[in-house]
């Protein structure tokens, strides 16, 4: 891997590297150490997870951009329009500096359930509101009342029982209907890892049946003129455009088909997601420009309404990991690197050694550059030699032990004699010489897509970048699961430095954490979300706003039903009056460990 850990590929320009040091690329391009370090003064200890809002506005900025852009190349006449999918994030700290970026461009909301149709008819002013997924009747009620209030909402129909239901709310309230949408079920469906949220198959949508008899149904009960959007969604994050044109086609005729029936109002298309997301740090996955995805979007929609004769449709966007990954950053303080008990001060050599370990003691004084590899095989030769003699009982265990420690030191050695070139070389022994760091996070609570589909998410450092990797690395969290490691993968190889964490910090930062993982992050072993802050820039001055700190552990048990009175009773019963004030002091702390410094 390349020292800038990839950056040009994953990092839009939103993150540099100078004098060794990650910083943020924006007005005073404060160094995320810096700001990690002005966290921990105020004694806020554990992970951090630090949200910029301004890469959620730039994100904005350039997606309406992108189809201004498109709708000027080919004198469009419809017009944009977008919604955030609140499923992605729902946390208020994401979500209000998201609405206020959003206000000028009349950037709406996407609700898929009845506590994120709330937050729509709460905090949404003028802006749009879609709502999709399944829906009862309280739920379509709530739509009617959101169209009470004087939203703009339309509710996307998945299938014709909601229909039905729209049409039974309709005549006991007798209020006004809100607008209402189809979603369809293409045949086309996208690639990757959520293809299956689209397509033939998909559990969403109505097929072409099932648009008829849905027409027909507000036709015969004159809710027709409601019928004002049909609506596709055909994978997230696709990294291949063109299933997008094939749906665009298929989603284009049915518009235009509906709109020769007689659906006059019908004036929309929406598009769902699938704008992707760079996450891979070792070369391009996406085949395509964000300006051809806006530019395939117009050419193709416009084509087929001349084709069909019908007016060209104002088109819906509900792309939310566009907007929303790359404005999180996770930062994890490596607690400990495993070999740190390899080191020569715990050697116990004795006055006679077995052959092999004074073999490997020579080894250990005299590697060279010259020999570097040729010695590193011969020690863990050696090693694996050794490790059967003390099977067999013909060694001790300070033998064993002796053995252990000069191997690690010849393997580190050998590394640092080793340039970049040799890599290849170390990756193909990778499971003998990596090294195992321990980082204060849990996978599970804030990587959860990494543990349930692999996903990729952009590692670094944010230090010591002007200085060698030398590691090949794998990463363990502090949970009590085998599953809570990011493994050293040798075709797209993690290399960390060599730190003596008694004397200096060492922090990791993962990156585009935005969409999806607070939400979906799950309390392992009862560990809760880091804390979090607002990186808030004004006047050309960096401010923390808006800290959210982790939960304390006695939060963290009441959340999951325990009487908490009753532990505190408990616990009092048992223990004097001391040791009970070190333990409701433990009480009302996090979960995380504590070191000296995080």
């Not at 951009?65 to 729902?90: C, M, R, S, W």
């Not at 189809?182 to 690639?191: A, D, I, T, W, Y």
């Not at 003390?390 to 010849?410: K, M, P, Q, V």
């Not at 532990?567 to 001391?578: G, H, Y």
Request: some cysteine; proline content about 4%; glycine content about 6%.
């Amino acid at each position: 891997m390349l020292e800038n850990y990839g950056i040009d590929i994953w990092g839009e320009n939103n993150f540099i590297i100078e004098n060794g040091l990650l910083k943020v690329n924006h007005k005073s391009k404060p160094a995320l150490i810096n700001l990690v370090k002005d966290i921990r003064e105020q004694d806020y200890k554990g992970p951090l997870l630090l949200r910029f809002p301004h890469l959620t506005k730039l994100q904005i900025d350039k997606l309406f951009t992108l189809y201004d852009n498109a709708i000027n190349e080919y004198n469009y006449n419809g017009k944009f329009h977008a919604v955030f999918p609140l499923k992605v994030n729902q946390l208020p700290n994401f979500l209000h500096p998201l609405i206020e970026a959003g206000e000028k461009y009349n950037y709406g909301l996407e609700a898929g359930s009845k506590a994120e149709l709330f937050i729509a008819m709460t905090f949404n002013k003028n802006a749009p509101i879609t709502v999709n997924g399944f829906k009862d009747k309280e739920m379509i009620h709530l739509g009617f009342i959101a169209k009470q209030m004087g939203h703009d909402i339309t509710l996307i129909i998945e299938g014709l029982n909601e229909l039905e239901t729209i049409l039974e709310v309709k005549k006991e309230t007798n209020l006004t209907s809100p607008n209402i949408g189809l979603r369809v079920r293409l045949f086309n469906q996208g690639g990757g890892v959520w293809a299956k949220s689209g397509g033939i198959d998909s559990k969403f949508g109505l097929s072409s049946t099932e648009i008829l008899q849905a027409y027909e149904m507000l036709e015969d009960h004159g809710l027709k003129e409601k019928l004002t959007m049909i609506h596709f969604h055909i994978g997230s994050s696709m990294t291949n455009i063109k299933p997008l044109k094939k749906a665009l086609k298929e989603s284009g005729h049915i518009y235009a088909e509906l709109k020769n029936l007689g659906a006059t109002n019908l004036k929309a298309i929406n598009i769902g997601g699938g704008l992707a997301i760079e996450y891979s740090q070792f070369k391009k996955s996406i085949n395509y420009s964000m300006q051809e995805f806006a530019n395939d979007v117009i050419f193709t929609l416009k084509n087929i309404a001349k084709q069909k004769s019908v007016e060209e449709p104002d088109i819906y966007t509900e792309s939310g990991r566009f907007i929303a990954a790359n404005s999180t950053v996770l930062i994890a303080p490596v607690l400990e690197l495993f070999s740190a008990e390899y080191e020569a001060e715990h050697l116990r050599l004795k006055e006679k050694n077995p052959p092999l370990i004074e073999e490997l003691n020579a080894l250990y004084n005299d590697i060279n550059s010259k020999m570097a590899l040729e010695y590193m095989h011969d020690s863990i030769d050696h090693l694996e030699s050794l490790l059967k003699l003390f099977d067999l009982g013909y060694i001790d265990l300070e033998d064993r032990s002796n053995a252990e420690i000069l191997t690690h030191l010849i393997i580190k050695k050998a590394i640092c004699f080793l340039e970049v070139d040799d890599y290849d070389e170390l990756k193909r022994i990778d499971n003998k010489i990596q090294e195992k760091y321990l980082l204060n996070f849990s996978i599970f609570q804030s990587l959860p897509d990494f543990w349930g589909i692999a996903q990729e998410f952009p590692v670094m450092p944010i230090t010591h970048l002007n200085k060698k990797p030398t590691r090949s690395a794998s990463l363990w969290d502090i949970t009590c699961d085998s599953d809570g490691e990011i493994p050293f993968n040798p075709r797209k190889p993690l290399y960390l430095h060599d730190v003596d964490l008694s004397k200096e910090e060492y922090y990791l930062a993962f990156f585009l954490v935005g969409a999806y993982q607070d939400i979906l992050g799950m309390k392992h072993n009862l560990f809760s979300h880091p804390t979090e802050i607002n990186i808030v820039f004004e006047n050309g001055e960096m401010k923390l706003e808006k800290i959210c700190e982790s939960q304390k552990i006695i939060d963290i048990l009441e959340d999951i039903d325990y009487d908490t009175e009753e532990i505190r009773t408990i616990l009092q019963k048992k223990l004097n009056s001391d040791s009970y004030k070190v333990v409701e002091q433990y009480l009302n702390d996090n979960n995380y460990l504590k070191t000296t410094w995080s």
